[in-house]
């Protein structure tokens, strides 16, 4: 379980360097477009912080500022998902400090949503939980 945060971390900066350069893509066509959209940013945020439970992990938001100092990537031809994902897929510094600005408090509303359930446990329940 030592693990835990470190691995919930990972698959963060994972998540968001795959959909920031192209690699995860939905059909814009759907009306469901924009959900999703939604979806995406607030579902991985608030999950990260209620996994890591530690003030630490908004710094997992940095990934937006790495993102800023990678080469774009280019896709124009392809064939299967590729063909789906044709474009250039870059971040600025200005599109990453808007995403970590955007996500950082959905990170620390997990966070906080982990430490109000610790909190809510019975004295007995939570001594357990940190013997075991």
């Given at each position: 379980?030592?693990?835990?945060?470190?691995?919930?971390?990972?698959?963060?900066?994972?998540?968001?360097?795959?959909?920031?350069?192209?690699?995860?893509?939905?059909?814009?066509?759907?009306?469901?477009?924009?959900?999703?959209r939604?979806?995406?940013v607030?579902?991985?945020?608030?999950?990260?912080?209620?996994?890591?439970?530690?003030?630490?992990?908004?710094?997992?938001g940095?990934?937006?500022?790495?993102?800023?100092?990678?080469?774009e990537?280019e896709?124009?031809?392809?064939?299967?998902?590729?063909?789906?994902?044709?474009?250039?897929?870059?971040?600025?510094?200005?599109?990453?400090?808007?995403?970590?600005?955007?996500?950082?408090?959905?990170?620390?509303?997990?966070?906080?949503?982990?430490?109000?359930?610790?909190?809510a446990?019975?004295?007995?329940?939570?001594?357990?939980s940190?013997?075991?």
């Open positions: 379980m030592k693990r835990l945060p470190l691995v919930a971390v990972a698959l963060y900066v994972a998540f968001w360097l795959a959909a920031l350069f192209g690699y995860l893509g939905v059909d814009q066509s759907t009306g469901l477009f924009e959900p999703l939604v979806l995406a607030v579902v991985p945020a608030v999950l990260l912080g209620a996994v890591v439970g530690r003030p630490w992990v908004v710094l997992a940095l990934v937006f500022l790495f993102a800023a100092l990678l080469p990537r896709s124009i031809e392809g064939a299967g998902v590729d063909h789906t994902l044709t474009g250039v897929y870059d971040v600025s510094l200005r599109q990453g400090l808007e995403l970590l600005a955007l996500t950082t408090p959905w990170v620390a509303l997990g966070v906080l949503v982990r430490r109000w359930r610790a909190a446990q019975p004295t007995d329940e939570r001594m357990k940190t013997i075991s």
